[in-house]
């Protein structure tokens, strides 16, 4: 049984900074695109940052590069995502995603491409 769990969000003033952590089990990880989507009420769900299953290639959303930053730590089957100068419409609950397939820039942002996703944690950027 595949479970992606989310971790690390909660309340910060704008400008601050959190770290969400994404544990994965039940899958092999390391061939697995990962990616962080996030959603706000009442707004579709928006592709904020992907990762390879090497991590060596990465892809953000244009709202989000130069602040946030993903990255994986293959071994211990976990992906993260640095939050800096946080603003208040990156307000939402924010949801990793995995993907078995082969990783392009363009198509490893469609929601569409994941097989599996976690339950989404909460990111509240008061002003």
């Known amino acids: 049984q595949v479970q992606l769990v989310e971790s690390g969000g909660g309340l910060v003033q704008a400008g601050g900074s959190l770290r969400l952590s994404c544990s994965a089990s039940g899958l092999p990880f390391s061939n697995y695109v990962m990616g962080w989507f996030r959603q706000a009420p009442g707004k579709e769900r928006q592709f904020v940052a992907v990762?390879?299953?090497?991590?060596?290639?990465?892809n953000y959303a244009d709202s989000v590069k130069g602040r946030f930053t993903i990255s994986r730590d293959n071994a211990k089957n976990t992906v993260y995502l640095q939050m800096n100068t946080l603003k208040p419409e990156d307000t939402a609950v924010y949801l990793c995603?995995?993907?078995?397939?082969?990783?392009?820039?363009?198509?490893?942002?469609?929601?569409?491409?994941?097989?599996?996703w976690g339950q989404g944690t909460q990111v509240t950027v008061s002003s």
């Open positions: 990762i390879n299953k090497s991590g060596v290639n990465t």
């Open positions: 995603a995995a993907d078995g397939g082969v990783y392009t820039a363009y198509y490893s942002s469609r929601s569409q491409r994941y097989d599996y």
